[in-house]
């Protein structure tokens, strides 16, 4: 797996960030019916990001790609409790990497779509609040922040994702990158998370993806980047 953390945060200052923090991160977007995974509605019509996203890499990406991340965890944790049933740990553990996959593949997406929004509505802009002044004091400023994520975007080698976390002792904001479907885990909290994968952009910005980078700011959600800071 590969991973950068990029951070300049003088130690009082997370200190201080740490002891303000709350205790529990808020359960995420991801949507489960009777043990099963399913694939979340989008809060907004597939052309609806627009230029930015066209409507077809939306469709194709929410009904094909995401679906397909559905229906791989729910086969993998089926397979699981099949063997855990049988007794048959070895072919449980054998699914773990099937389990990351999709599963990681299901969480990112499920974030994905809820901090994206029409720049006609929510979308674009500059957050504010609390997390702005995260922002401008762990990062410098929002202009910074958004060129040290797409310059993570663009050292992406192959399939990932960058994102803005909170470390969850530190209480300080950091950006790292994840490869294929690796979710977030562990210390971080991801509050907001931009898709490297080729089938985010290809179809509309074919090999110039820095160009998908630079569009994709005009349609983040910042209130629901901020809601996640927030409660986490
Ligand atoms: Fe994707």
Redesign the pocket.
């Known amino acids: 797996m590969s991973s950068t953390l990029m951070r300049t945060v003088p130690a009082l200052r997370a200190a201080a960030r740490a002891s303000a923090a709350k205790p529990a991160a808020a359960a995420m977007g991801t949507s489960f019916v009777r043990g099963k995974a399913t694939l979340p509605d989008l809060p907004y019509d597939y052309p609806a990001l627009e230029p930015y996203i066209s409507g077809k890499i939306m469709e194709l990406?929410h009904k094909k790609?995401?679906q397909t991340y559905v229906t791989g965890l729910n086969t993998a944790l089926e397979t699981i409790e099949g063997a855990k049933s049988k007794g048959d740990l070895t072919k449980a553990a054998s699914v773990a990497p099937l389990l990351n996959f999709h599963g990681g593949?299901h969480v990112?997406?499920s974030l994905?779509w809820e901090n994206l929004a029409p720049a006609s509505r929510e979308g674009g802009g500059e957050p504010d609040g609390a997390l702005k002044k995260a922002i401008d004091e762990d990062f410098g400023g929002f202009d910074t922040f958004r060129k040290q994520m797409n310059t993570a975007l663009a050292g992406i080698q192959g399939s990932g994702w960058a994102w803005l976390v909170k470390d969850k002792q530190s209480g300080t904001l950091g950006l790292v990158t994840r490869a294929n479907q690796d979710p977030v885990t562990g210390n971080y909290v991801p509050l907001m998370g931009i898709?490297a994968?080729e089938?985010?952009y290809y179809l509309q910005y074919e090999n110039r993806k820095a160009e998908y980078f630079d569009a994709i700011w005009n349609v983040i959600n910042w209130k629901t980047v901020a809601s996640r800071f927030d409660k986490s």
Do not use: P
Request: glycine share 10%.
């Open positions: 990406h790609h995401h593949g990112n997406h994905f898709d994968w089938h985010a």
